[in-house]
């Protein structure tokens, strides 16, 4: 069983940085494709930025030049730095992963995190 627990959100004013975590427990395959994702509140769950196994990473145009995603094989941790913040990326992050391969759609995905808050306001 996998198990994904984010971390690293909170409270910051526009124009500051964030970097959010996920740790996996279970397995985790190299050719899973990780991501993240967001959720503000009254809107649907958003694709923010995903890696595939080879390296390719993609982006939300919202956050492309702003956010990395990257990853700790070897902690099996995803990561994502939030660079210049605004008030338009509060909401929910979550991380997720597919088997399957590349994808920019939630319900594609088959594991979630519960969350963490991301909130920037001035």
């Known amino acids: 069983q996998v198990q994904l627990v984010e971390s ?15 740790t996996a427990s279970g397995r985790i395959y190299s050719s ?12 649907d769950r958003e ?5 595939r196994p080879s390296g390719n990473r993609y982006y939300a145009d919202s956050v492309k030049d702003r956010f990395t ?30 088997r399957r391969g590349y994808s920019r759609i939630p319900k594609e995905f088959d594991h979630w995190g519960q969350g963490t808050q991301v909130t920037v306001s001035a």
């Open 8 to 22: 690293g959100g909170g409270l910051v004013r526009p124009g500051s940085s964030l970097e959010l975590s996920c």
């Open 32 to 43: 899973h494709f990780l991501a993240w994702f967001r959720q503000a509140p009254g809107q």
């Open 47 to 51: 694709f923010v930025a995903g890696l």
């Open 69 to 98: 995603i990257s990853r700790n094989g070897a902690a099996n941790t995803l990561y994502l730095d939030m660079g210049n913040l605004k008030s338009e990326d509060t909401g929910i992050y979550y991380c997720a992963v597919a």
